[in-house]
């Protein structure tokens, strides 16, 4: 959406939201109004049936991600030497919870497009929350979880640690403009902090969880199979065969889940296989079916998946950010494992 659509919207949003008020009567409505040094997007003038009377003065942002309503709090502050009477109101799109809670800390109104808003001023209070987002940015979605990207967000979350540019490309085997690309969107949700030693994840579990949102295994080239052996031999010989034949794997799900956070147990076993050739079917006796499977191989969207790989009980399992990842979105008890990895994995790393 552009600037100047998002700023008519905003228009329409905040006229029609204080009209709903039975005593409000909206007298003017001005844009780009400049006062000294100060600026408004919108100027609102409002008349009371009982003779009182407020100004409005709105900040109108591209998207409401908590720096950019940081960045709109401070603004509305200066006003208020230019528009001393007046309560300032920060706009969006679409206003996160987060960013809704720094307006209210410091006394600024919030209204989005969707709807949801707090504005409190005089005898007036109106309070609407919990509409979703009907204008996700799916273009900043896609960048941050991105496979090269996600390869960095998999480090950061490793990785407790004050990460400067250069050191953090290297690590995740991207560019520097990769890094520079999700530290801007991270910087955004004000989830890392910057210093002179770089720059580091503050906000782990909201990354995560997040990132849980808008992930699914299936992204990978996923093939379903039936074996007879029992799971322990199951998955001894794969390690196997993937080891004789020169494959790149690791155990996700819960092959993984019972082996580093055995609270729930789960039948199906999960590995990503660099590449899935006959001769590895064949040694392990695996049977390629469309339904009743009890083994996922997954060639993986992209070799981050192997990052952070370890070896436990002779085994290769995924590393906990991506166990967490898999099993968030897995029917059944998945989401009940993940907890438990995060409870007893990641955590500690925090």
């Given at each position: 959406?552009?600037?100047?659509?998002?700023?008519?919207?905003?228009?329409?949003?905040?006229?029609?939201?204080?009209?709903?008020?039975?005593?409000?009567?909206?007298?003017?409505?001005?844009?780009?109004?400049?006062?000294?040094?100060?600026?408004?997007?919108?100027?609102?003038?409002?008349?009371?049936?009982?003779?009182?009377?407020?100004?409005?003065?709105?900040?109108?942002?591209?998207?409401?991600?908590?720096?950019?309503?940081?960045?709109?709090?401070?603004?509305?502050?200066?006003?208020?030497?230019?528009?001393?009477?007046?309560?300032?109101?920060?706009?969006?799109?679409?206003?996160?919870?987060?960013?809704?809670?720094?307006?209210?800390?410091?006394?600024?109104?919030?209204?989005?497009?969707?709807?949801?808003?707090?504005?409190?001023?005089?005898?007036?209070?109106?309070?609407?929350?919990?509409?979703?987002?009907?204008?996700?940015?799916?273009?900043?979605?896609?960048?941050?979880?991105?496979?090269?990207?996600?390869?960095v967000l998999r480090v950061l979350l490793m990785r407790r640690s004050a990460w400067k540019t250069q050191a953090l490309a290297d690590e995740a085997g991207v560019s520097l403009g990769q890094v520079a690309n999700v530290k801007k969107r991270l910087r955004d949700r004000e989830?890392?902090?910057?210093?002179?030693?770089?720059?580091?994840?503050?906000?782990?579990?909201?990354?995560?969880?997040?990132?849980?949102?808008?992930?699914?295994?299936?992204?990978?080239?996923?093939?379903?199979?039936?074996?007879?052996?029992?799971?322990?031999?199951?998955?001894?010989?794969?390690?196997?065969?993937?080891?004789?034949?020169?494959?790149?794997?690791?155990?996700?799900?819960?092959?993984?889940?019972?082996?580093?956070?055995?609270?729930?147990?789960?039948?199906?076993?999960?590995?990503?296989?660099?590449?899935?050739?006959?001769?590895?079917?064949?040694?392990?006796?695996?049977?390629?079916?469309?339904?009743?499977?009890?083994?996922?191989?997954?060639?993986?969207?992209?070799?981050?998946?192997?990052?952070?790989?370890?070896?436990?009980?002779?085994?290769?399992?995924?590393?906990?950010?991506?166990?967490?990842?898999?099993?968030?979105?897995?029917?059944?008890?998945?989401?009940?494992?993940?907890?438990?990895?995060?409870?007893?994995?990641?955590?500690?790393?925090?």
């Amino acid at each position: 959406m552009k600037e100047n659509d998002i700023q008519e919207q905003a228009v329409v949003a905040i006229r029609a939201c204080l009209e709903e008020v039975p005593f409000i009567h909206v007298k003017r409505v001005r844009e780009n109004q400049r006062q000294g040094n100060a600026e408004a997007d919108i100027l609102l003038d409002l008349q009371a049936q009982d003779g009182a009377s407020w100004q409005i003065v709105v900040e109108v942002k591209a998207n409401g991600q908590p720096r950019l309503a940081r960045d709109a709090v401070n603004q509305l502050l200066r006003c208020r030497s230019a528009f001393p009477e007046a309560y300032g109101v920060f706009m969006a799109p679409y206003v996160s919870p987060e960013a809704a809670e720094i307006c209210a800390n410091d006394g600024v109104g919030h209204l989005d497009l969707a709807g949801n808003c707090r504005l409190s001023f005089g005898q007036v209070f109106i309070r609407r929350e919990g509409i979703r987002n009907p204008f996700p940015q799916k273009r900043d979605l896609r960048s941050l979880y991105a496979p090269k990207s996600t390869r960095v967000l998999r480090v950061l979350l490793m990785r407790r640690s004050a990460w400067k540019t250069q050191a953090l490309a290297d690590e995740a085997g991207v560019s520097l403009g990769q890094v520079a690309n999700v530290k801007k969107r991270l910087r955004d949700r004000e989830w890392i902090a910057e210093g002179d030693a770089g720059f580091m994840l503050t906000k782990p579990q909201g990354l995560l969880t997040d990132w849980a949102e808008n992930y699914t295994y299936r992204k990978n080239t996923v093939r379903d199979f039936y074996s007879m052996k029992e799971t322990d031999e199951l998955e001894a010989a794969l390690a196997k065969a993937c080891g004789e034949l020169d494959i790149p794997y690791a155990f996700t799900g819960f092959s993984a889940a019972r082996r580093i956070a055995p609270a729930v147990r789960g039948q199906r076993t999960m590995a990503y296989i660099g590449n899935i050739p006959e001769g590895l079917v064949g040694r392990v006796e695996l049977k390629e079916v469309p339904s009743g499977a009890n083994v996922s191989l997954m060639i993986p969207y992209d070799d981050g998946v192997f990052y952070g790989a370890r070896d436990v009980e002779g085994l290769r399992v995924v590393c906990p950010v991506q166990l967490y990842l898999d099993l968030k979105g897995y029917k059944g008890r998945g989401e009940e494992a993940a907890e438990a990895v995060w409870k007893q994995e990641l955590a500690k790393l925090w």
